[in-house]
């Protein structure tokens, strides 16, 4: 038997490739590194956070597909890190063309050991109304290959084999890299790429270029607020407001911000054209407690109302203690240690990530659509089930007592 590489050490290889390249792609990234890197240092240590030790290497990032094909292709390098799809997102709701689920690992040694997250989302071509539109960006993806030769035989080995060897491993971060890359030349013409841009921004920007381009790469923080004011001290170009739950002393689940993507310069297919299309923005994260059902279904309620009513009243509902939350089932805790240890939240929230999508396409505007969710079409184009993440919450749960009843 061969000694295979860990699929954790893969992801944690892979996360840090990933945010050199980004830190080279993306210079603002590096200046949001550092303001958290500084927020969180500054944050007394309170033994609250038991993720203190994992947050220097905690990103997520996203990328959208834009066909079944290449859904199962980036599932099959995100299988090789240990990574699987968590949960189902509709985005549809906000009129946004994409469904969506999250590759990370899941078990709490896993997330531990690597924090690595990817929203991944798909084109939903039936959403372009124009039916000669709709047939053109088909048969303008139908020719792209986003997985290089070589990552795609790794990871068939990988799945073959059972794992690869560190030597296999190393080739396969670099190779995997590639997919992620921005590349400024346009598979379109202009006029193409005009077209698609019309019918809606995100469809020319999963359409028109070689690759599912990382768009952000996310680190965490521990204070938010406190970012937020140094991203705006620093003039970034930040959004208006945090996205989530208001500020509460047990935060709960996630609340985000974001800086608008950056204009880049792009060529054209064709008559090499010079244009420029904004892929890449920056966002960060605050973690909390993961909801139950019943606590997330009060979530809901509050946010429904924060509309009309403010944040701070529609919360006012919610209780913000550990054992209030706790005892009316409300969160998911740990047991592990002899005493209740909120179980952080892994995963995304639709309406935040809809606002997030939004403010980077230059809309901030409340535009709503239908609201259509297929995930039995999003799974038959993945191959496979995603996994419901209350029921890994509630499991972690469940391990963490059995663990502390043995002992
Ligand atoms: C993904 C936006 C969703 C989040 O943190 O909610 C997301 C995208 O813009 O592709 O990353
Ligand atoms: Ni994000």
Redesign the pocket.
Known sequence: MPAFASPCDIRAAFSQAMSAMYRAEVPLYGDLLDIVADVNARVPADGDDPDRDRLGMER?G?I?VGTAEELRQVAALFRVMGMEPVGYYDLSVAGIPVHSTAFRPVTAEALGRSPFRV?T?MLRLEMIEDADLRAEAKAILSGRRIVTDRAMALAERAAANGGLTAEEAKAFVAEALETFRWRREARVSAETYARLNQAHRLIADIVSFPGPHI??L?PRTLDIDAAQTEMLRRGLPVKESIEGPPRRKVPILLR?TSFKALDEAVVFAGNAAQGTHTARFG?I?QRGVALTPKGRTLYDACLARAASEGAEAAFADFPDDADALRSEGLAYFSYASGQPVPITYED??PV??AG??RS?LGDEANSTGHGNPQQAAFESALGRAVLDPFTLYAEEERRSRTATAAT
Do not use: G, V
């Open positions: 997520h996203a959208r929203f989302s768009n952000h996310t985000q966002e994260e995304f929230l935040s990530a997030i999508f980077n």
